[in-house]
């Protein structure tokens, strides 16, 4: 199959007008952020937000011009704010947003689409910061709530930064039917998703916020999620576009937080707690990873990061203490080789102490008897 240039998507694009100023799009500038990965093809078009939703129907002549171009299997074009006039086109490195999706899809009703309408309920693993052993907590939580015998999915809703393909030891690409609805990869019986999938592993993701926030949303409305009893959502860390993007868009029954037990990551954890009371997301608990050190030698204990501070921080708050994980060298090397430590030895201590924190998430957010889903503790901050 003959390689899509970039010129040939500009030259396709160069057919679509600006129905306001009477100039194709590409002349005006305001196609941005052009993707080109294995025929996969995605671009945004920045226009003034006053302007956007009338524009819909020039998106779609350029989502159909990109898909005359010999060579390329699906598009995707979103509408994006900008804060002035059209800028220089700006193609991206080598990498690829998801499939056949639109940043905002109406029903034949004229409602929006519902995001994973199949799922049950929804649970976001956060932080206040980065480096505290987040998405390995997330990921051994998805898999300990399949070990019970759960349907589960998990998102991988950090666009800069996937580490979800890595962690499950996923090499594979999502495939699609329609060319529009992505079919979702599983490994160890959980569903999964990530932009990682779809853009090589070294590439950075230079997108701006409107763009996160879209492809966050398409992640979870064009994937065919089917019926799941959970899904997982591995945040990135601190409270930015995303954050709120998942926070007001999706319908969440709660958020767990991960933090060491160390003094500065207690800070964050408590930011990124308050974000989420601000958008009325109910907090579940907070979980202390590398809780301690366990000499792999002399089976010895040492308090690298200190030690109980998340379950201090927890009762000042008053929320749950959800359970502690200890730095262990086991961890770091199953999440390195793709076989998280509750599949590699599930009746290890380690994994034992996850299977009790996912125990504990679940009887919060599980559907109650008429199909609602129990109402989680509600953070009162002083």
Not at 150 to 175: E, F, H, N, Q, W
Not at 186 to 205: A, Q, R
Not at 258 to 279: C, E, H, W, Y
């Amino acid at each position: 199959m003959a390689q899509v240039t970039e010129a040939q998507i500009l030259d396709a694009l160069r057919a679509v007008r600006d129905p306001d100023q009477d100039q194709d799009i590409v002349s005006l500038g305001i196609v941005t952020g052009l993707v080109i990965k294995d025929g996969n093809i995605g671009f945004a078009i920045e226009v003034d937000p006053k302007r956007g939703p009338h524009l819909e129907p020039m998106r779609k002549a350029a989502e159909d011009a990109v898909d005359k171009v010999p060579g390329v299997l699906s598009v995707t074009a979103v509408l994006t704010a900008h804060s002035g006039g059209g800028g220089k086109t700006a193609p991206a490195p080598q990498q690829q947003a998801p499939q056949k999706a639109r940043p905002q899809v109406q029903s034949s009703t004229g409602g929006a689409r519902e995001l994973a309408p199949g799922v049950k309920a929804i649970v976001a693993v956060a932080s206040g910061k980065g480096g505290v052993g987040k998405s390995t907590t997330a990921i051994n939580l998805a898999m300990a709530l399949s070990a019970s015998g759960l349907s589960v999915g998990i998102l991988d809703a950090d666009i800069y930064g996937p580490s979800l393909p890595r962690m499950m030891g996923i090499s594979d690409k999502p495939t699609s039917e329609d060319g529009r609805i992505l079919i979702p990869l599983e490994k160890h019986g959980v569903k999964c998703m990530s932009i990682g999938f779809l853009v090589p592993e070294d590439s950075p993701t230079i997108w701006r916020g409107p763009m996160v926030m879209s492809a966050l949303e398409q992640m979870l409305r064009d994937v065919a999620w089917g019926e799941l009893d959970v899904m997982i959502v591995d945040m990135p860390p601190g409270t930015g576009d995303a954050q709120l993007t998942m926070s007001q868009r999706v319908p969440l029954a709660g958020a767990v937080i991960v933090s060491t037990p160390q003094d500065i990551a207690l800070l964050d954890a408590r930011k990124g707690l308050n974000m989420f009371r601000k958008v009325d997301v109910p907090v579940l608990g907070i979980i202390e990873n590398m809780s301690t050190f366990i000499c792999p030698h002399c089976g010895g204990q040492s308090d690298i990061f200190g030690h109980g501070g998340a379950r201090a921080e927890a009762a000042a708050l008053e929320v749950d203490f959800l359970g502690e994980v200890p730095l262990h060298m086991e961890i770091r090397k199953t999440s390195d080789a793709g076989t998280p430590i509750v599949v590699s030895t599930p009746d290890g201590p380690h994994a034992l102490a996850y299977r009790g924190i996912a125990d504990a998430v679940w009887a919060k957010v599980a559907p109650s008897g008429d199909g609602n889903r129990r109402a989680a503790p509600r953070i009162v901050m002083n």
